[in-house]
């Protein structure tokens, strides 16, 4: 049974037909990311199997079970890293464990336990403005975590890195997820990163938005940050970018 | 080295002309170019403040009274009013234009009605100091309520928090900046507000002190009057200024630069 099911999906925003019709399923411990152009609503998408958004019609299930309109079920990180400007990089990354109820000082110690893993030990008692770009993504990644639901929602969450920090970031994005094993859906604008990350891929048309292409990715996740030299990775591109670009 | 030097040389430039404008006024008197009874000079001035000055601080500790009780009278009513509106749209929808038709209406002009109602003691002076304290805090903290991102409250509603939750935890934090610089102009205002209380009638207080001054032609004293209440003002707002760093130490750390 697939971990995360959004079927039939279609919503109206502002009067105009957002999301069509979106059907997407993502098995347990898969990378499943979704490419569109801007504006297509895959924050929408988002938004609507997190739980914080009803579609007009059709329904998300989690491990098979109707779940539309929950929200809490789903960890949710976007492109902008959403710390909190007057907490330190530790009590931001406890938030999740206090928000379920969990002391304070328990939480703070159960947060430290990841930061080496999340490349922030050291600088636990930072503030977010004193932070480079990627550590404060590393910290929402971390938060992401903590939240403990085991399904991740990836909003373009490196889309504003620079290139080499980007690249930085895969690496060991690859490592984290082998190490926690999440069910992954991952938006991005980048193909390579896409190809780079995902087992499958969703390509979104423009709207009103259906699913215009879904490929499995036909060779597994780089363990090294070289470029992918498999045969099969120019053809699947290009099967992606022509469907992008219409 | 060089950078201290410069700054020091940037204070001392105003300070000299200060110092400057200072010397050409009491010359001006002592040559009689002004009357001493229209114009009195710095050094009168001085004198006069030194030698009331216990009567002086007597009336100033009324009016800091009626200014910090006012003040944080308004504060409270400031959160409740930003925070109900805040959580209730339809509030805000009825009350944001009332709040602002409201300014329309200059407080002089209402605050015989409270010595009227009130009488000459201190309570007409507060409630004058809460009018006219409100406006800029509730307003400032409605500002910076409604402010925050979206995506935040988005986040948070994700991991299941409650609308109190968010409250405390984002929208309050994320808007104080905005709610200080509200404060630090309310902080002036009070003092304004106090004063014009107690020149329509009071037992104490610096605007009393200077309306009785001021009826008997001692124009030396109505002097020493406005550079204490000058002085009170600037007290306040740098109270507040002080109170700001120690509340939200975030907003002035250095930034993180990518390179
Ligand atoms: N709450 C909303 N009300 C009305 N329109 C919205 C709302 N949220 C997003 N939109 C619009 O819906 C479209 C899809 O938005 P979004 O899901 O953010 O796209 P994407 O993430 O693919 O760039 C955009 O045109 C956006 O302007
Ligand atoms: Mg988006």
Redesign the interface.
Known sequence: MPKVVAEGIKKTLGGVLTLQEINIEVEEHAIVGILGPSGCGKSTLFNIIAGLMRPDQGNVYIEGAAVTGNAGLASYMRQKDLLLPNLNVLDNVSIPLVLKGMPKKKARLEAEQHLSTFGLQGFENYYPSQLSGGMRQRAALLRTYLYASGIWLLDEPFASLDAITKRKMHTWLIQVLGQFQPTVLFITHDVDEALYLCDKIYVLSECPTVVKLEVEVPFSRPHHSHTIVDPAYGPVRDTIMDALSI | MRRKLTSIANGAVPLGFVVLLLVTWEYLVRWKAVQEWILPGPVLIARTLAGNLPLILKHTQTTLMECLAGFALAIVLSFILAFVMDEVPLLRRALYPLLIASQTVPIISVAPLFIIWFGYGIMPKIIVVILVCFFPIALSLLGGLAAV?R??L????????TRL?IFR??KL??A?PSFFSGLKIAASYSVMGAIIGEWLGAKAGLGMYMTVAQRSFQVDRVFAAILTITALSAALFALVALIERLV?P??R????R?S
């Open positions: 991102d995506e935040y988005e986040l948070f509603r994700s991991m299941k928090a939750d935890m984002v934090p994320l104080l939200i975030w907003n750390l250095t930034e993180w990518d």
